[in-house]
């Protein structure tokens, strides 16, 4: 039985970091250190990011977070998109 790539990738970011939900300010330091709380908060609020963001609250002091398993579907595709570049110039 062949199983998703997604499931796989989604459990062990779950598995890493003990919880499905986490904020969005650890994703930004572990996978986009480019990138500053400030500005990933402005295009969080415009939904802008590449994968979606919510916060559990309607305050505007809450922070953003981040459901693993669709940031997981998002490295999924951008691995994917990797993977075929990787390919066409390698056939």
């Known amino acids: 039985m062949k199983t ?3 499931f796989n990738i989604g459990s062990i970011l779950v598995l890493g970091y003990g919880s499905p939900i986490i904020s969005l ?3 930004l330091k572990d996978f986009f250190p480019h990138l500053t709380i400030a500005s990933a908060n402005r295009r969080a609020a415009k939904q802008s990011l ?3 963001v919510f916060k559990a609250e309607a305050s505007q002091k809450a922070p953003y ?3 693993l398993f669709d940031f997981a579907r998002y490295l999924e595709e951008e691995s994917h998109k990797s993977k075929l570049d990787w ?3 390698h056939s």
């Open 4 to 6: 998703s790539v997604s």
């Open 25 to 27: 300010e650890q994703i």
């Open 50 to 52: 590449p994968f979606p």
């Open 65 to 67: 977070l981040v459901n």
């Open 87 to 89: 390919q066409n110039m």
